[in-house]
């Protein structure tokens, strides 16, 4: 049976993460500070171990890793929103690089014998490079402390195993949608803010003519992704953009959920933000060639996430 750490799992993508390793069969423990995540994420099976901890307490991040010797170890704890990086830059590098170099300092230094380290790194290190769609060589133009850490950290995992012979791997999420995303702040993704207008029946704004274009990617298909990734033991040392490889419009998100819950959207339009980016999206074949396909497009998905809402 494997054992497997999953930091940052009682927040969106973590916890839908540890629902599938627990379905496999895997015992995995979580640590999460719950500054994003909720404890209630998390699910309720003897297989499951959660520690209500911050990745930056060394001490016990060591001794955790050196009394488990886990199997996988898969890196979310983050924090996630790039407007707090930017209102807390030294926090956010303790904890989005610092607190990730010292786990793999400590893989290092104790020679623990890990299946595969998995490192969560995000698009927004693409910037405002207008190349599309973007491959994981494509220019980088990191333009905030999230930005600049993800990219940072990505290298350190990759290099780390290159170095010293740990299997790691990175991959670059895109706009992950699904069950659980938080709509806490209006910096959270843009598809978990309408869903909570569409909920409250409150007016969602749109920034900009509604021709914007991202790169959605549902919850089901990343978790995919992060189990290939992980499980494929050759595939090592090398970093993957994880996307759906579809770019749609908010204007056409829109039309999709009006028909989703048949009745039409509040909508207050406004000017387009400071810094926004007109169009992302991912070129997802170096993971296609490792077996990855996404299932579901974006009525699918977002029919999935309104309905885990109203169950
Ligand atoms: C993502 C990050 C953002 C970062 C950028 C850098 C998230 C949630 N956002 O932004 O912090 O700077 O990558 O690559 O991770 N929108 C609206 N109405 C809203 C909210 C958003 O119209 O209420 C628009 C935005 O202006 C944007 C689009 O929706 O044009 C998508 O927004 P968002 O979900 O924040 O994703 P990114 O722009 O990709």
Redesign the pocket.
Known sequence: MNKDLVTGGAGFIGSNLVDQLVQDGDEVIVVDDLSMGLASNIPTSPKVTFYEHSITDHGFMKDLLLEEQFDYIYLLAAI????DSVARPYETHQINQEANIFILETIRENKLPIKKVLFTS???I??NNPELPKHEDSTIDP??P??IDKFATERFVIDYGKLYNIPTVAVRFF?VYGPRQNPKS??????S?ITQAAKLQSA?????D?E?T?DFVFIQDVIQALELLSKKSEVIHQVFNVGAGQHTS?NQVIKVYEQIINRDLQIIRKP??T???KN?YADINSLRKIGYQPHYDISTGLKLYWESLTD
């Open positions: 996630a929103s790039v407007a995000s698009a927004a693409y910037g333009l905030t999230y930005a706009n209006p910096y959270s993704g843009v598809l803010l969602f704004t749109i920034f900009g509604g914007q991202r908010l387009e933000r810094g926004d980016i992302s």
